[in-house]
Nanobody, 126 residues
Framework: QVQLVESGGGLVQAGGSLRLSCAVSGRTFSDAALGWFRQAPGKEREFVTAISWDGITIYYADSVKGRFTISRDNAKNTVYPQMNSLKPDDTAVYYC???????????????????WGQGTQVTVSS
């Protein structure tokens, strides 16, 4: 069974930075794409960023492009979104997700992810 554990969330002032982590266990890490989604209070879950199994294909939501950078370390079974120039609108619970083994292409669609973490809260104060 796949387990995803997010960490690195917290409270930060606008303009600050946070680096989230998602540790994956229970499956071969390197054979599946990974993604991050977020959900703010009263809003639907939305796509943030995704990375292919080999790290070559990366997608960002327009709202975070130029501010967030995703990377993965297949040796450590971990994926990292570096979030810079944070804004109050970035406040949300951030979720890590993994596609099924063998599905290495990155995707913006939450429906294409099979496993999800519990989420980590990111709060950006103005």
């Amino acid at each position: 069974q796949v387990q995803l554990v997010e960490s690195g969330g917290g409270l930060v002032q606008a303009g600050g930075s946070l680096r989230l982590s998602c540790a994956v266990s229970g499956r071969t890490f390197s054979d599946a794409a990974l993604g991050w989604f977020r959900q703010a209070p009263g809003k639907e879950r939305e796509f943030v960023t995704a990375i292919s199994w080999d790290g070559i294909t990366i997608y960002y939501a327009d709202s975070v492009k130029g501010r967030f950078t995703i990377s993965r370390d297949n040796a450590k079974n971990t994926v990292y979104p570096q979030m810079n120039s944070l804004k109050p609108d970035d406040t949300a619970v951030y979720y890590c997700a993994r596609r099924r083994s063998g599905w290495g292409s990155a995707s913006r669609l939450s429906s294409e992810y099979a496993s999800w973490g519990q989420g980590t809260q990111v709060t950006v104060s103005s």
